[in-house]
């Protein structure tokens, strides 16, 4: 991935670790009443939560959500969550302590039919720890208040830095654009009421409409 990395200008790295050192949050070692595993292409969420599950006993109950998203629909023949609940088995977190919601297509049906589901299983629901990418983190953690605002939620991504993120699966490239993307999403959703506002500094928008403007604009909305 060095490699990958060096082809990256020098202010283009720059305002990389920018976004990314504002997209991630961690709340630290905590317990919760369940673990929310949001679906995505990068499986590694999935060990988190397996992690989190099995060695802080973070949660009784996993609920991995997720049906196809921009990027798995073209690549995956199982929803997400199908494919997180098989890994999080592998990793020997029992059936018992999984719930799978295979159906959301977007991050607030992520919460929507989790809780649902959760409700459907008389799940306690006072707190939660989201799992997702590390870069999703803020956009989760936002979207989550604005749709299940009576829960306390805590957030426990992969743990990594920016550039030991990407890997053959998980291009660089590919990261670049869905951070882009991500960062204009928490403007833009907060504005039509679907997630909590979050403060951007203005630092950080620079840094996203330079990597726009370069051209890292796959998932940039019109």
């Not at 802080?56 to 073209?74: C, D, F, L, Q, R």
């Not at 998980?170 to 654009?177: E, K, Q």
């Amino acid at each position: 991935m060095s490699d990958a990395r060096s082809s990256l200008s020098s202010d283009v790295q720059r305002d990389v670790e920018t976004l990314w050192d504002f997209h991630v949050s961690d709340s630290g070692r905590t317990k919760a009443d369940f673990l929310i595993v949001l679906g995505s292409h990068d499986t590694r969420v999935a060990d988190r939560a397996a992690e989190l599950y099995l060695e802080e006993e973070a949660a009784p109950v996993i609920v991995v959500t997720g049906g196809a998203g921009k990027v798995t629909s073209k690549e995956w023949s199982k929803p997400e969550a199908e494919i997180y609940a098989e890994r999080l088995r592998r990793a020997g977190v029992p059936q018992a302590a999984i719930l799978t919601e295979p159906k959301a297509s977007n991050t607030g049906e992520n919460f929507e039919f989790s809780r649902v589901l959760l409700e459907e299983h008389g799940v306690p629901s006072g707190s939660a720890i989201i799992v997702s990418k590390p870069y999703m983190a803020q956009r989760a953690t936002a979207t989550a208040r604005k749709r299940w605002p009576a829960v306390d939620w805590r957030t426990r991504p992969p743990r990594t830095t920016v550039w030991e993120y990407p890997t053959d699966e998980v291009p660089l490239t590919r990261m670049i654009n869905l951070m882009v993307g991500d960062l204009q999403r928490l403007r833009v959703y907060a504005e039509k009421g679907f997630q909590a506002p979050v403060e951007v500094p203005e630092a950080v928008w620079s840094a996203y409409e330079r990597l726009a403007a370069a051209g890292f604009d796959q998932f940039v909305l019109d």
